[in-house]
T-cell receptor, first 115, second 115 residues
Framework: SAVISQKPSRDICQRGTSLTIQCQVD?????MFWYRQQPGQSLTLIATANQGSEATYESGFVIDKFPISRPNLTFSTLTVSNMSPEDSSIYLC????????????FGPGTRLTVL | LAKTTQPISMDSYEGQEVNITCSHN???????ITWYQQFPSQGPRFIIQGYKTKVTNEVASLFIPADRKSSTLSLPRVSLSDTAVYYCLVGDKNRYGGATNKLIFGTGTLLAVQP
């Protein structure tokens, strides 16, 4: 299994500002994923982040709004830029299992409220 | 990736067996069926995965008919702590033969267990 931590666990931000969310894994993983979960909704994949390459974004998400860094095999950041109240969500990172494991492992999430 | 359809919510009582059915009419030959559980304020957690027939682990059973166009997650003797949202996902295995790389979450089923 993989243990994932996220910082901050929650934050309240003003419109127009940016927030960087950190995701730390206790083991080296190739692929990391960032999801958004709006209040009362399911999870939506934002992007896939491989170490050493540009993140791959899903339809409806762009790098200028959600820049992602992946400097090494245990760490990634997601920045929510120029925030508006519509960005209020829980942001989660996840990692794939290695060597044949069936599951992905998720972090606890970062609850973001934009005023 | 195949789309899934699940009931929005289900109610049950402690000690009962709960069966949650998921439809995935467009499942591809290489797709596996995976179920995740999500408690409030937590990231999703893997429950079980299968390809066909029946899979059982210490938590649940997964029944998949021959045509694979649906699947049923069975939770034996639920308790209050099983109250959560349950997601059914379908997708291909990753390059390690493990969990699918890209998880596309549907609406999920909110299971409410009452005393």
């Amino acid at each position: 299994s993989a243990v994932i931590s996220q910082k901050p666990s929650r934050d309240i931000c003003q419109r127009g500002t940016s927030l960087t969310i950190q995701c730390q894994v206790d083991s080296q993983v190739t692929m990391m994923f960032w999801y958004r979960q709006q209040p009362g909704q399911s999870l939506t994949l934002i992007a896939t982040a491989n170490q050493g390459s540009e993140a791959t974004y899903e339809s409806g998400f762009v790098i200028d709004k959600f820049p992602i860094s992946r400097p090494n095999l245990t760490f990634s950041t997601l920045t929510v830029s120029n925030m508006s109240p519509e960005d209020s969500s829980i942001y989660l990172c996840s990692v794939e299992a290695r060597h044949g494991g069936d599951e992905q492992f998720f972090g606890p999430g970062t609850r973001l409220t934009v005023l | 990736l195949a789309k899934t359809t699940q009931p929005i919510s289900m109610d049950s009582y402690e000690g009962q067996e709960v069966n949650i059915t998921c439809s995935h009419n467009n499942i591809a030959t290489n797709d596996y069926i995976t179920w995740y559980q999500q408690f409030p304020s937590q990231g999703p957690r893997f429950i079980i995965q299968g390809y066909k027939t029946k899979v059982t682990n210490e938590v649940a059973s997964l029944f998949i008919p021959a045509d694979r166009k649906s699947s049923t997650l069975s939770l034996p003797r639920v308790s209050l702590s099983d109250t959560a949202v349950y997601y059914c996902l379908v997708g291909d295995k990753n390059r390690y033969g493990g969990a699918t790389n890209k998880l596309i979450f549907g609406t999920g089923t909110l299971l409410a267990v009452q005393p």
